[in-house]
T-cell receptor, first 123, second 112 residues
């Protein structure tokens, strides 16, 4: 199956510093990548969707200037948490989706492949 | 806009008994539906997906789900639970390639 590599798997940083998380699709081209945030024992909350070569689309309530997303190539997207604070501590997960294959009008059969996640702790 | 509701936050079964994890969706268009499993501190693994082909979908590890348009449901089942099935399960709906919405998740506990 397709592999998505997310790095680092965990990171501890000081308050006020920035942290970059990388998400790479290793054996396919990802036209779309998603970034999620997951609090303990909760579901994945979509933060933003990025398409290669264009600006990311952020969900309501997600600060664009705080969570910088770059999708510079078809195999790499990065999430930078700027000026991190303890409340930014969380589990961040990326996923990548290959180009859609239409099987019926309005329906696509492409699943998303997930990275292993990054646990960010801001102290 | 589409959304998905997982009706149970926690399901507990005994090993060897059937598993039923419920999921209802809302979508203006024909959706693609997925079930993912997440083990503690791990990433997500796809169990199965529905993409407008057969309504009964078979996945990995003995799981299957049936798409019922009339009930807007996509419940996940397994005939016999195993201890290794204990995990968090997410139902996901997608209409376009730029959108994947997660349900709140159902934590499955399997008792010996």
């Amino acid at each position: 199956g397709a592999v998505v590599s997310q790095h680092p798997s965990w990171v501890i940083c000081k308050s006020g510093t920035s942290v970059k998380i990388e998400c790479r699709s290793l054996d396919f081209q990802a036209t779309t990548m998603f970034w999620y945030r997951q609090f303990p024992k909760q579901s994945l909350m979509l933060m933003a969707t990025s398409n290669e070569g264009s600006k990311a689309t952020y969900e309501q309530g997600v600060e664009k200037d705080k969570f910088l997303i770059n999708h510079a190539s078809l195999t790499l997207s990065t999430l930078t948490v700027t000026s991190a604070h303890p409340e930014d501590s969380s589990f961040y997960i990326c996923s990548a989706r290959p180009p859609p294959q239409i099987v019926a009008p309005g329906t696509m059969n492409t699943e998303a492949f997930f990275g292993q996640g990054t646990r960010l702790t801001v102290v | 806009a589409q959304s998905v509701t997982q009706l149970d936050s926690h399901v507990s079964v005994s090993e060897g008994t059937p598993v039923l994890l419920r999921c209802n969706y809302s979508s203006s268009y024909s959706p693609s539906l997925f079930w993912y499993v997440q083990h503690p501190n791990k990433g997500l693994q796809l169990l199965l997906k529905y993409t407008s082909a057969a309504t009964l979908v078979k996945g990995i590890n003995g799981f299957e789900a049936e798409f019922k348009k009339s009930e807007t449901s996509f419940h996940l089942t397994k005939p016999s639970a195993h201890m290794s099935d204990a995990a968090e399960y997410f139902c996901v709906v997608s209409v376009t390639n730029n959108d994947m919405r997660f349900g709140a998740g159902t934590r499955l506990t399997v008792k010996p």
